[in-house]
Nanobody, 118 residues
Framework: QVQLVESGGGLVQAGDSLRLSCAASGRIFSNYAMGWFRQAPGKEREFVAGIKWGFGTTTYGDPVKGRFTISRDSAKNMVFLQMNSLKPEDTAIYYC???????????WGQGTQVTVSS
């Protein structure tokens, strides 16, 4: 069983940067993918970024391309989301997720709040 714990959220101003971390306990297999999702009040959950654990291949949602960067530390079983040039519309609860690449994300963290003021 994989357990995920996010950290690093907070209140920042527009234009600031923030780095989220996700610590994974349990075995992360090379065929796994790790991802970040977000959900703002009254909106559906949205894909933010994903990374394939084995090759490190990354994908991004259109709203964050060029501003956010996902990375991993395989030795520490951690995934990071570097968020630059934050905008008020980035305000949401950010969730870390894991699952087999190409399949559904089966494991989810509890989320961390990110609030960007204008």
């Amino acid at each position: 069983q994989v357990q995920l714990v996010e950290s690093g959220g907070g209140l920042v101003q527009a234009g600031d940067s923030l780095r989220l971390s996700c610590a994974a306990s349990g075995r992360i297999f090379s065929n796994y993918a790790m991802g970040w999702f977000r959900q703002a009040p009254g909106k559906e959950r949205e894909f933010v970024a994903g990374i394939k654990w084995g090759f490190g291949t990354t994908t991004y949602g259109d709203p964050v391309k060029g501003r956010f960067t996902i990375s991993r530390d395989s030795a520490k079983n951690m995934v990071f989301l570097q968020m630059n040039s934050l905008k008020p519309e980035d305000t949401a609860i950010y969730y870390c997720a894991a699952g087999e690449a190409g399949g559904a994300y089966k494991h989810w963290g509890q989320g961390t709040q990110v609030t960007v003021s204008s």
